[in-house]
Structure formats: structure tokens, C-alpha cells
């Protein structure tokens, strides 16, 4: 079976692809930063949650948005602020 990453590699998608991985990495550094405790009011999680919904809007602009919550298991409505509920 073909990773996300290979899939839309094939289908000419480049931009997508980048937009994509720098998603994912944005999710495990607020996964990473919950996990630690960082408090959901902090300059550090401000950060974080902003730089996740610049992204999103982006996936959202290029319509990957629902493919990528899809891959990862996540509603299609949700945002930064939920990865702390």
C-alpha cells in the first residue's frame, strides 16, 4: 500500500506533499508539547496552535485538509486547541 506522501509524490502534487509533512510535524510537536504538560495557555502553545491553523487554512486552500485528517484518524472540524481537551 502506497504512504499518502507517495500517492500524491505520483500524482504530480508537490506543493501538497510539503504542505502535508509540515502538517504532520506540526501535529506531533503539539502532540509532543501536551504530553510534556505545557500548559495550554503558554507563549510556547500559542505558538504552536498558530503555526497549526496557518497550516490547516492552507490544506484547507489546496482542499488536502479532509484527506489529511482522514489519514490521520482526526475530525475534519477540529483544531490546535483540541489537542489538549
Same mark, same amino acid.
Given at each position: 500500500?502506497?504512504?499518502?506522501?507517495?500517492?500524491?509524490?505520483?500524482?504530480?502534487?508537490?506543493?501538497?506533499?510539503?504542505?502535508?509533512? %509540515?502538517?504532520?510535524?506540526? +501535529?506531533? !510537536?503539539? @502532540?509532543?508539547?501536551?504530553?510534556?504538560?505545557?500548559?495550554?495557555?503558554? #507563549? &510556547?502553545?500559542?505558538?504552536?496552535?498558530? %503555526?497549526?491553523?496557518?497550516? +490547516?487554512? !492552507?490544506? @484547507?486552500?489546496?482542499?488536502?485538509?479532509?484527506?489529511?485528517?482522514?489519514? #490521520? &484518524?482526526?475530525?475534519?472540524?477540529?483544531?490546535?486547541?483540541?489537542?489538549?481537551?
Amino acid at each position: 500500500m502506497k504512504t499518502l506522501k507517495t500517492f500524491l509524490s505520483e500524482a504530480g502534487m508537490d506543493d501538497k506533499v510539503k504542505l502535508l509533512v %509540515k502538517l504532520d510535524k506540526q +501535529k506531533e !510537536k503539539l @502532540e509532543n508539547a501536551v504530553s510534556r504538560n505545557m500548559g495550554i495557555n503558554t #507563549k &510556547g502553545a500559542y505558538l504552536l496552535r498558530d %503555526k497549526y491553523e496557518e497550516l +490547516k487554512d !492552507k490544506a @484547507e486552500e489546496l482542499g488536502v485538509w479532509d484527506l489529511f485528517c482522514k489519514k #490521520k &484518524g482526526l475530525d475534519k472540524n477540529h483544531d490546535a486547541r483540541d489537542f489538549w481537551a
